[in-house]
């Protein structure tokens, strides 16, 4: 990918991170905005619990599940990767050039758009080995926008790295 491509979409990823910022400060200011379900809420932090072990025993499907057929991952690089697929083939890709030996998710809020919608936000840690022994620490600012399918799961449709 074009180095003037990847500015392109974490331009975009991060347009749409402030522009999803406003439409919750507009939601605030009209009122208050819809309480998260408890159900929404287990569900996310269920899927933020299994990632960490999950990325550790490199399962792809565990990482992947919470992720709806047609969702978009941004990397911190800015790359947009579409659908579960394709998500699945970036996990695959890392996990056999890196092992991950450590880190942690910290989800430092929630905030419901509508009953159906809710945004989350945080910051993750890896620790990595890489293939030749090396060591490296990655991680980042997160936002996750999850919502609830017509079977009431609770799925990840947009996920941006920063």
């Not at 991060?14 to 009209?30: E, H, I, P, S």
């Not at 991952?73 to 030996?101: D, K, M, P, Q, W």
């Not at 990655?138 to 920063?162: A, C, E, K, M």
């Amino acid at each position: 990918m074009h180095s003037s491509t990847r500015i392109h979409w974490r331009s975009a990823a991060l347009g749409a991170a402030a522009l999803a910022g406003t439409a919750l400060l507009l939601t605030v200011t009209a009122g208050a905005p819809p309480a998260i379900s408890p159900q929404a809420g287990a569900a996310i932090s269920a899927a933020n619990a299994q990632w960490l072990p999950a990325m550790k025993r490199g399962d792809v499907a565990t990482i992947v599940a919470p992720y709806a057929d047609d969702a978009v991952f941004v990397t911190a690089a800015g790359e947009a990767v579409r659908g579960r697929t394709a998500i699945a083939e970036l996990y695959r890709a890392r996990l056999a050039s890196s092992a991950v030996t450590g880190g942690d998710i910290v989800s430092e809020g929630r905030v419901a758009a509508t009953p159906e919608l809710v945004y989350e936000w945080g910051h993750a840690s890896l620790l990595l080995r890489h293939q030749d022994g090396t060591r490296a620490q990655g991680g980042g600012s997160y936002l996750t926008v999850w919502r609830r399918d017509q079977s009431g799961h609770w799925l990840i449709i947009r996920n941006v790295v920063f």
